[in-house]
Structure formats: C-alpha cells, structure tokens
C-alpha cells in the first residue's frame, strides 16, 4: 500500500512540474522574409525571429510551439482567444477589440524608393538635402519607370501617388513569387528604374542575390509617417494578459539595448542605419507612450 500511495504521488508531482495548458503557447508567424523566414539556409534570421526568440528565452515556465499560417489565420487564432501570440502585429483600433498588445517591439521603416547606387547622381535632383526622395516628381518628370507589386497596398501617400500614374507606362506591375527579389533582379537588369519596397526588403533581395552593393535604399519624401511600430499580440482575456504583461517586462529592460535594435538594424542598408537608430532609441528610450 505505501509504495502504491508513493507512486500516486510521485505521478502527481510530476504532474505539477510539467507545464499546463495555461503555460503552452503557440507562436504564430508569416512567411514573409526577411521579417520572418521559416525555411531554407537562412531559416530563423529574420528579425521577428530573433525577436520572438529573445523574448521567449525569457518567459520562464513556459512552453513553446512554432506555426507558420498567413496573417488571415492568424488574426482569426488570436480572436477566437486561443493560446496563441503574434510577435509581428501592427496595432489598429479594430484589431484592439481582441488583441492585448505588448509596448512596441521594433519600429519598422516605412516603404520607400530602391535605385541602382550606379544612378545616384542621377536622382540628386529628385532628393531633399536629408536624403529623401520626391516620387511625385520623379513620376511627374517621366525619366524613370518604377516596379512595383502587383496588388500590394504601400500605404500612405505612396498609393496615393502610384495611383495617378498605374495607367501609364511610368509604372510597371509585377506579379508572382519571390516577387520582390524579382523586382530587384528587373531593377538591376535595368528593366526598370526605381523599385518600391521595405528597407529591410532592399538588403535581403540584395543580399539572396549576391547584388547588396549595388542597390541603395531612399525614404520618399512625401510620406507623412516617418515609422510604424510592430507589437507582440495575444488574446483579450486574462491569459493573453498574463503573457503581455510578462513580455512588457523584458521590453522595459531590453528594448533600447543595442543588441536587441541591432535585430532590424541588421537588415538595413548603411545609409539607412543612422536614420532607424536615432528613431529607435528615441521610441524605445522614452518614459512615456509612443508617439
């Protein structure tokens, strides 16, 4: 009888150690390189990935499982307050009815202009003397034709001025896999001029292409949103709020540190570099909210 009580309880605080579904959560993320990159040689170096890596070595007590599905499904996930988090959700009011954000974790730069570094002088008269680009103008004047993805929204003024000049032959829709890097291989062939994409796009096309030196990256000089600001999101309810509130603790103690900037950092151009760091350091250093 007493080694029978003894093997109930050793079961039982077996039981006890192992993690419950309250501690079990389930990562989701896009494949959308290089802000997430779930396979191939470079699998787990996107900077969301390292992100979400940094902070989960820091959930203590928990365990954690990886599932790739598009931001559709995993908007839906995270509605119907499964125990699932997204470390790459941009915050809007419509989604704040059932999601609880963590603090910012990456301030991600806008889209922009990617030129050939070759047709810099070029460009200089389309540039401001802080380095941005006038796309209105660039297209107005008709000496460059510019690449773009077919279907995809770029937010801000950037649609708004791709939108007067979609019919003409000044802009050129791709469409595709790998559409992108496709864009940057017709931008290198001279198949096109100017490109639109992320920063961050720029330098990972350039790099898979082993082309990284001759691409150069401009933000567009008409865009009234100079950054965006990513979140980890969880469910509206007590778990999700648990986890947040765990995961604002190692923002409030990590964010601002040059190694966790230097994850985004790290997929930008040199020119691109000074211009995040000084936004990072100034939306992460702040005591109060974020702009």
Request: net charge negative.
């Amino acid at each position: 009888l007493f080694l029978t009580l003894l093997l109930i309880a050793s079961i039982a605080i077996a039981d006890d150690q192992r993690p419950s579904g309250d501690n079990r959560i389930t990562w989701y993320y896009a494949n959308f390189p290089p802000v997430t990159i779930p396979d191939g040689p470079q699998a787990g170096t996107g900077f969301y990935d390292r992100i979400t890596q940094f902070i989960i070595e820091r959930l203590d007590g928990y365990e954690h499982e990886f599932q790739v599905a598009n931001f559709k499904r995993i908007i839906n996930e995270i509605r119907s307050q499964e125990p699932v988090c997204c470390a790459t959700l941009y915050k809007t009011p419509e989604r704040e009815k059932y999601v609880t954000f963590s603090l910012p974790v990456v301030v991600v730069l806008p889209s922009g202009v990617v030129a050939r570094k070759a047709d810099r002088e070029k460009l200089k008269p389309y540039l401001s003397e802080d380095r941005t680009i006038f796309l209105e103008r660039v297209l107005q004047d008709g000496n460059f034709r510019v690449g773009v993805a077919k279907g995809r929204i770029y937010t801000g003024e950037i649609d708004e001025i791709l939108d007067r000049y979609r019919s003409s032959r000044l802009v050129d829709e791709r469409a595709g896999k790998d559409v992108f890097q496709g864009l940057v291989a017709m931008l290198l062939a001279g198949r096109v001029d100017l490109i639109i994409g992320y920063p961050t796009e720029a330098q990972f096309a350039g790099r898979t292409l082993e082309k990284e030196d001759q691409v150069v990256f401009f933000p567009v000089a008409e865009m009234s949103q100079t950054y965006t600001l990513g979140h980890v999101g969880c469910p509206k309810n007590d778990w999700g709020q648990k986890i947040i509130d765990k995961v604002d603790l190692i923002l409030k103690k990590h964010r601002a540190t040059p190694e966790f900037i230097g994850y985004y950092e790290q997929r930008l151009d040199d020119d691109t570099i000074p211009t995040y760091r000084r936004i990072a350091q100034d939306v992460f250093s702040s005591p109060g909210p974020p702009p």
